[in-house]
């Protein structure tokens, strides 16, 4: 890949860099995914082979999403807020600003070097070595292909860390971000030892009654746009304490809205306590969700985005659907 603004050295010379430290921390964005968790957890696996100390770091305190906790040394994860030992370099993972990274950003602050690994589009370099590639389906991805740069050999913790950032930044390889590439790399690491029945079970088919029951309540709330482009719904706070349901309950319902036969983006919003959390994700080529994620602070990939709306749920529930058609125009999608 070309050296751009955003990327300053190939992952060749990334891995020669790694080598002239010995102690790391790492950490992925806020609302860490599987993409942002299997990665760092791969590419720490791949440091200690090498003999060196890598700790993950979470970017809030908040509890890992049950479904996570399979991966092998996400046991070990520590919130950022707790972490007070010195490291030589800090890698963020999968982190497209500082401002993602949430608690950890005091630990980037006080460490003597810095790198970036990340497939997310950027506007400038946040540390001293870069490998940004936007077009790359998953950070996943990229730390699999470094991990071949470090000289290490591709252990099962590693394959099975870097299958599940793939799987689910791909959405079981069926997003229109799924290269052949893809299939290419998740091939090397079935090899390596990765085990697709088990990231599939944990991931998908373990969802809780409560979930059951929020996805009944997202099927009540669903509003369709009369141009059948867009669908949208959500849950209101006291929906999840009636229920008794947790944020990771809701992770599945963008992907069962999406499913809506005819829609091209669908959009999930989940009250908080002073804020509205909202996912969105597009249905096929020429529809940018990151763009209208960024007109209210948040971000992602075209196909695949996040916000968090600062207001009330039933403002959102009046300017969200304004921007939803603000996607189309003449019945085309905006990029």
């Known amino acids: 890949m070309a050296t751009t603004p955003q990327t300053n050295v190939t992952l060749a010379e990334f891995a020669e860099a790694l080598d002239r430290f010995e102690s790391f921390a790492l950490c992925g964005h806020v609302s860490p995914d599987g993409d942002c968790l299997g990665s760092q957890l791969a590419l720490a696996h791949a440091l200690r082979a090498k003999g060196k100390r890598a700790v993950c770091l979470l970017a809030h305190d908040d509890a890992v999403d049950k479904s996570f906790l399979f991966l092998p040394g996400a046991n070990e994860l520590i919130p950022a807020c707790e972490f007070e030992s010195d490291v030589d370099a800090f890698i963020a993972v999968d982190v497209p600003n500082l401002e ?23 506007e400038s370099c946040m540390a001293e070595y870069n490998y940004v590639d936007p077009d790359a389906p998953a950070t996943g991805m990229l730390v699999w292909r470094l991990i071949g740069e470090m000289g290490v050999e591709r252990t099962f913790e590693m394959a099975q860390c870097c299958y599940l950032a793939l799987m689910t930044d791909t959405g079981r390889f069926q997003f229109q971000n ?28 373990r969802r809780s009654a409560a979930s059951l029951g929020l ?20 849950a209101r706070l006291d929906d999840f304490e009636r229920l008794g349901a947790v944020k990771a309950d809701a992770e599945p319902l963008i992907d069962v809205l999406r499913s809506l036969d005819g829609i091209r983006v669908a959009c999930m919003l989940r ?49 969200i659907p304004v921007l939803l058609d603000g996607l189309f125009v003449g019945g085309e999608g905006k990029e």
Not at 104 to 119: K, N, Y
Not at 215 to 234: D, I, K, T
Not at 280 to 298: F, N, S
Request: proline letters at 2%; one cysteine or more; aromatic letters at 6%.
């Open 100 to 122: 993602r990274l949430g608690d950890a950003a005091r630990v980037h602050e006080s460490a003597g070097a810095h790198f970036t690994l990340d497939h997310h589009a950027v």
């Open 271 to 319: 009250e908080q306590e002073d804020v509205v959390r909202g996912s969105l994700r597009a249905k096929g080529d020429g529809i940018d969700v990151a763009a209208l994620a960024r007109e209210i602070g948040g971000g992602g990939h075209k196909a695949a985005a996040g916000f968090t709306y600062k207001g009330s749920i039933d403002d959102a529930l009046a300017e």
């Open 215 to 234: 996805e009944g309540v997202m099927l009540s709330n669903m509003q369709v746009a009369p141009s059948g482009e867009w669908v949208l719904s959500y």
């Open 178 to 205: 799924t290269t052949p590439e893809a299939f290419v790399l998740a091939g090397e690491m079935v090899s390596a030892g990765a085990r697709p029945e088990e990231c599939s079970q944990e991931i998908y088919q």
